[in-house]
């Protein structure tokens, strides 16, 4: 009996989903393919794109990695204004997992920088406004796989989740912006299946930025931030970091990009002991014509929170080198050859140590906003 319930629970499941992703395709069928009548003025400046993120990993350690081309990622990107006073932003991404792609909603808000002055803001769900790589698209990255931070610390590709968040834009003689934001919580993760739980205090960060111009016609953007959120077992999630961007341009191409991010996590658990971490990137390339750049990564990850018998402190380390060489027309079409080698210490000894060896391909079709400096 209990099989029989749990076979048509599952049928009815299918089913549902079945029926989100038949709306979901004439949704876009409907987008893409408009009447004949219909002008493109009509569409009030709606932008259509999509952006696909093509991967293949060859790690030498591991016996089972599949050692394939995968699609790590397809997104299709919407936007455009709905007024004069607003903006709406649509996104769906599909991603690989366990075998399956699952199609589902990566971002649904409204935003506008025209209320108020000098002060933008959002509300719906999107991909939280702290730190560097966190509030990037992966295929915006420069760099291929994930820095070891942002896997540990944002779950890989980013935090999303749905709330409020405002930026302003201070009136002094120098550039400083100021983001703040309040999210709901439940989660902290990128999934898209794990609805999470009730946290005891919703998710809350904090951006400070920074612009200055360089010599030689350079600029360099800086920030400090900060998040934190207390779940449902009521453990203290904090982190603070800080990140710089600096780029020097020749004609029209990127002749130089150093990119460097540093995160402290505090994890308190109630009753327990603190887990810490520290950790982060520094990513240079340089561009060797418009077509080819080369790049390094160096990451570093401490875990300072683990204790001997002496009660001493032991960190565990991780460091990874990551060159690799980048082939480029524009912005819209990119492929990318890489390297990377992890090594591991426990006590300060080298524990294991892993190569890999990445190739992806990127491209972009239709419109896509402007890339962030």
Known sequence: MRNSIDRQINTWKQKKRGGYLLASLLL???????PASLKASDWGGLQIGGAADLIADFGFKDANRDRKLNVRSVELMLYGPTDHLFEGV?????????????????????????????TRFQIGQFFLGVGR???????????IDSPLTQAQFFDGEGIIDSGLEVAWLSPLPFYMDLTVGVTNGWRITHSHGDAGKKPSFPTHYAKLEFFQDLPAGGGLLWALNYLGRRDSDKTWLRLAGAHAVAK?????????????EVWARFLKPQGVASENQLGGYLYAQYGWSPLISTGLRFDMLSSLSLKDLDQKSVPNHQMQFSPQINFSVSEMAVF???????????????TGHEHQILLQSIFILGAHPAHDF
């Open 28 to 34: 876009l069928l409907a987008l893409f393919c408009p």
């Open 90 to 118: 649509l996104s769906f991404a599909a991603h690989e997992y366990q075998g399956e792609f699952n199609l589902g909603l990566h971002e649904a808000f409204i935003k506008s920088s025209r209320l108020i002055p000098r």
């Open 133 to 143: 790589l966190n509030a990037l698209h992966q295929h915006d990255w420069p760099f």
């Open 248 to 260: 020097w341009r020749e004609a029209n191409f990127l002749r130089v990009l150093l990119q460097a």
């Open 336 to 350: 990318r050859a890489g390297y990377s080698y992890l090594r591991d210490f426990q006590r300060g000894r080298s």
